[in-house]
């Protein structure tokens, strides 16, 4: 199984970036998949997520700016962010789940900075 994350990068506050997350091994819609981050001397926090059965949750520091989607002809999950924020600033990471099973990808860093 292989989570494949991408689309990480520096950005201006105010802007913009898009997630990815390639999901491989797996029957990719059976599983409910999520993006977590995790800052510097933080825990990591649970960001968004679409369910196998097309629901989705934000937590509420981001929602109305992050949107997750998933087309699952492509075993793909993505994130798109705007407006961000400094404190969005963190490794984000995707999240494959069924069940008891999870399965984690390698993360990519996001930095909101001037």
């Known amino acids: 199984v292989q989570l494949q994350a991408s689309g990480g990068g520096v950005v201006q506050p105010g802007g913009s970036l898009k997630l990815s997350c390639v999901a491989s091994g797996i029957t990719f819609s059976r599983y409910d998949m999520s993006w977590y981050r995790q800052a510097p001397g933080n825990q990591r926090e649970l960001v968004a997520g679409?369910?196998?059965?097309?629901?989705?949750n934000y937590a509420d520091s981001v929602k109305g700016r992050f949107t997750i989607s998933r087309d699952n002809a492509k075993n793909t999950v993505y994130l798109q962010m705007n407006t961000l924020k400094p404190e969005d600033t963190a490794v984000y990471y995707c999240n494959a789940a069924l069940f008891e099973v999870n399965y984690w990808g390698q993360g990519t860093q996001v930095t909101v900075s001037s």
């Open positions: 679409a369910t196998s059965r097309s629901g989705t």
